[in-house]
């Protein structure tokens, strides 16, 4: 996936956020498998685990199974179906998770030869919040950023001042159903 560029600026951003909210002697359960992110997590100290590449959507296993205090799920949520039903299995206390924000001005990211790497879901900020509020989730902290490109034109012009990424921090409130 990265094998010709690789997100220095939402890497930085994304870890500045993580070291803000987690320390070091939680333990992680990153959704995923092992990712360019999950290894920088490793050598920045985190104790990290991730998920085996199991279907999200319809197999919680590990995340039902997981000891750990805190989830992670970068870019991960609008590549499942129903991130709802994920969400709300997580018996962690604590969420961090970002997803790419959905660009008015761009049509939406698909891959038709990748079935692993397909947006089913574009979000604007305001419905992840509905989504994890609806899963049992309060947010606590909430940052977005811009992901400009070195080229010539108006998508490159809005993309450095139009927010591409949204992570928070959330905490458990309370089980769905409950």
């Known amino acids: 996936m990265y094998e010709k560029t690789f997100p220095n600026k939402r890497f930085a951003k994304t870890l500045s956020f993580l ?4 320390s070091k002697d939680q333990s992680i359960l990153d959704l995923g498998i092992e990712n360019p ?5 490793k050598e920045k100290g985190y104790s990290v685990t991730n ?7 319809l197999d919680f296993t590990t995340v039902i199974e997981s000891k750990a205090e805190v989830v ?10 129903a991130p709802f039903n994920v969400l709300r299995e997580i ?13 008015w001005f761009s049509s939406a990211y698909q891959s038709k030869t990748d079935p692993w790497d397909r947006h089913y879901h574009e979000f604007e900020d305001w419905q992840f919040d509905w989504l994890l509020e609806k899963a049992g989730w309060k947010i606590v902290d909430r940052n977005k950023w811009t992901n400009p490109v070195k080229k010539l034109g108006l998508r490159p012009l809005l993309r450095s001042f139009t927010p591409r990424y949204y992570i928070v ?6 089980e769905v159903g409950s």
């Open 19 to 22: 070291e803000r909210h987690i």
């Open 37 to 41: 992110f999950s290894k920088i997590m």
């Open 51 to 57: 998920t085996k590449g199991e279907d999200l959507d």
């Open 72 to 81: 992670t799920a970068f870019e991960i949520f609008e590549h499942l179906v």
């Open 91 to 103: 018996k962690a206390k604590h969420l961090v998770a970002s997803i790419p924000l959905r660009l």
């Open 169 to 174: 921090y959330a905490e458990r409130i309370a």
